[in-house]
C-alpha cells in the first residue's frame, strides 16, 4: 500500500534549524499536493504548511518567515526547511497528500490522506 515515510527529526536547541523529508513508495509526489501538519503533546493535529504541484506555497501564521517548504521531483522528496526554531514547535511532524485537490491554505484533517508516522522535533536547550 502507498505510504509516506517523515525522516529527519531530532533534538535542536532554539535558534536551530532542522529538514525534514516526506518521501513516499507508491506515489508519484510530482503530481500530488503535500501538506505537513504537526501535533504536540497533548494537542489536536494543525496544519503547518502545504505546497501545490506548481510550487505555490501556504504556510500558518505562526511559521512565516521561519519554515520553507519544497520539493524536488527527481528524488521524490517534499522538504520542510526549519529555521529560528522555538520550542512552541516541539510535536511530532507529519506528511499527507491533499490529492486530488490542491492546496487551498485551509489544513482539515479529512482533507488529507495517507498520513506517514511522523518524525519527532524537539526543541529545547
Known amino acids: 500500500q502507498a505510504k509516506f515515510v517523515e525522516s529527519g527529526g531530532g533534538l535542536v536547541q532554539p535558534g536551530g534549524s532542522l529538514r525534514l523529508s516526506c518521501t513516499s513508495s507508491?506515489?508519484?509526489?510530482?503530481?500530488?499536493?503535500i501538506g505537513w501538519f504537526r501535533q504536540a503533546p497533548g494537542k489536536e493535529r494543525e496544519g503547518v504548511s502545504c505546497?501545490?504541484?506548481?510550487?505555490?506555497?501556504y504556510y500558518v501564521d505562526s511559521v512565516k518567515g521561519r519554515f520553507t517548504v519544497s520539493r524536488d521531483n527527481g528524488k521524490n522528496t517534499i522538504y520542510l526547511q526549519m529555521n529560528s526554531l522555538k520550542p512552541e514547535d516541539t510535536a511530532v511532524y507529519y506528511c499527507?497528500?491533499?490529492?486530488?485537490?490542491?492546496?487551498?491554505?485551509?489544513?482539515?484533517?479529512?482533507?488529507?490522506?495517507?498520513w506517514g508516522q511522523g518524525t519527532q522535533v524537539t526543541v529545547s536547550s
Open positions: 499527507a497528500t491533499r490529492a486530488p485537490f490542491a492546496c487551498a491554505g485551509t489544513y482539515r484533517i479529512n482533507d488529507y490522506d495517507y
Open positions: 505546497i501545490n504541484t506548481d510550487d505555490t506555497t
Open positions: 507508491g506515489f508519484d509526489l510530482h503530481y500530488h499536493a
